[in-house]
């Protein structure tokens, strides 16, 4: 079954969650002024999906085509496809779509628990396909949440026990679960939560290496939501003094596991480190192909502002502002072309298709640093207005509107709402969480450097130079 992005609302309002904003708990969750916008994000996954007829392979499991996001990825041509899907769903909403990280997640899943299963016989992957069916056939939203608390990093998960997701008691139904995952995105919006473990873990520390799915059945389960001056902007309300008032910020939460009954059936790994490993690099790996895409759709979306803001301020046509959107479009077009190259010089992974691990680590760098550069060319282009501008809200202001009006007009293309709605949206990119989420999301980029430096064949490169230059082997 594939649905919309209306069927998608209707079927989150019916959720009973314990959503907290700004220390209060909000009963109408998805309508509430911070949570909206990330709500309409995932809704326009499935929108835009219907729109381009982008689905995924017919699914042996349902029989049917199912979303590019809920599909295991078995060619270079299906990772590549929810790659395209990916940065058009970054380009056209200029946010995050949210269930990136539960798509790593089954595809990571899938191979790990079929790995279990073949190595020592238990029935965890058959599990997770017949989890995996439920999903597909009912068309969920799906997230990932990995990261603990962690607390103090200088001691050992087994020294700082209640700081990671853990096992408190098994019994024959199942087992509970507490601790908290942090900067987790859109969690509280989704239908379902992948549940993987954060880090590598050593003998003594099975009971953190698991992996589970959480429903909106299950009771004990806290989603306390970030609170930033983009997240107080939309409060404030107004039609476009948030910059990006539909879809909004990259909205993240603190997830709190108080207690949480996990039955077996949703258990698709329990204290078994090599499966472990297998999952969270197979979910660090393709969340860094994943984000290299979307980053390029964000630097398309902020390409488009900056074109739109030199226009409004009748620049267009000065060759070194000009020259400084081609360098924003050559960052965009490298992150992709990354990704594609993880795509196509990927592995198969007991059937689930996997990036090419370098690629996708440098996809990481160079993403960031790409990033980085574009926010910086941005706001040299936008000049200093997005941080000074006055308020939508002055613009509307009996007293002052037309003052502000005159004073803010600039080319006769644009009125001075159209202009500062421009403003505000370079704003938006400027001063929201997404620097931050773009260079730490999916891992830091040490993270990703350390993965290079353990996988490249420096050997191999050193060689080529001793037998250019004759040097003794």
């Not at 594939?2 to 220390?23: A, C, Q």
């Not at 931050?436 to 990703?448: C, E, N, T, V």
Request: proline share 4%.
């Amino acid at each position: 079954m594939l649905i919309s992005g209306k069927d998608y609302i209707e079927r989150l309002s019916s959720y009973k969650r314990d959503v907290f904003v700004k220390g209060v708990k909000v009963r109408d969750f998805v309508n509430h002024p911070n949570i909206k916008p990330a709500v309409n994000s995932i809704a326009f996954t499935y929108d835009l999906a219907k729109e381009k007829e982008e689905y995924s392979p017919l699914s042996d499991l349902v029989g049917e085509k199912v979303n590019r996001l809920n599909y295991i990825n078995s060619s270079p041509e299906d990772l590549i496809a929810r790659l395209d899907f990916q940065r058009e769903l970054s380009m056209r909403t200029g946010t995050c779509n949210y269930r990136c990280p539960g798509a790593d997640a089954m595809c990571s899943l899938y191979p790990a628990t079929k790995e279990l299963d073949e190595r020592l016989g238990t029935d965890y992957h058959k599990k997770f396909l017949r989890f995996l069916k439920e999903i597909q056939a009912k068309d969920y939203a799906c997230t990932g949440a990995l990261t603990d608390t962690k607390g103090d990093r200088s001691k050992r998960p087994k020294d700082s026990r209640d700081m990671y997701v853990h096992v408190v008691e098994k019994t024959d139904d199942g087992i509970v679960v507490s601790g908290a995952k942090i900067h987790q995105s859109g969690a509280f919006a989704a239908d379902i939560n992948f549940v993987l473990p954060t880090q590598t873990f050593k003998e003594g520390e099975e009971e953190f290496a698991i992996a589970f799915a959480v429903t909106p059945k299950d009771e004990g389960v806290k989603y306390v939501l970030q609170n930033t001056g983009f997240q107080a902007k939309l409060r404030e309300g107004g039609e476009f003094e948030p910059g990006n008032p539909k879809y909004g910020d990259r909205l993240t939460c603190t997830v709190i596991f108080d207690n949480v009954f996990i039955p077996w059936e949703r258990v698709f790994i329990f204290e078994d480190l090599k499966a472990e490993r297998k999952a969270l690099t197979n979910f660090a790996n393709s969340h860094r192909c994943a984000g290299a895409a979307c980053k390029a759709g964000f630097i398309d979306s902020m390409i488009g502002a900056a074109s739109l803001m030199l226009k409004a301020n009748g620049l267009e046509k000065v060759p070194a502002l000009r020259q400084k959107l081609g360098e924003m479009v050559g960052v965009s077009e490298a992150a992709y072309g990354i990704a594609i190259g993880a795509a196509t010089k990927g592995f198969d992974d007991f059937g689930a298709r996997q990036p090419n691990v370098l690629m996708a680590n440098a996809g990481k760098i160079i993403g960031v640093e790409g990033f980085n550069k574009v926010i910086m060319h941005l706001a040299d282009i936008a000049g200093g207005i997005p941080v000074t501008a006055p308020s939508e809200f002055d613009l509307k202001n009996p007293e002052i509107g037309a003052l502000v009006e005159k004073y803010l007009q600039a080319s006769p293309n644009f009125n001075t709402e159209e202009r500062l709605k421009i403003i505000k949206f370079i704003e938006f990119w400027a001063t929201s969480s997404h620097l931050l989420g773009g260079i730490h999301g999916g891992g830091s980029p040490a993270a990703a450097i350390i993965f290079l430096q353990m996988l490249a064949d420096i050997n191999s490169k050193e060689g080529a130079v001793k037998e250019t230059l004759g040097l003794k082997k």
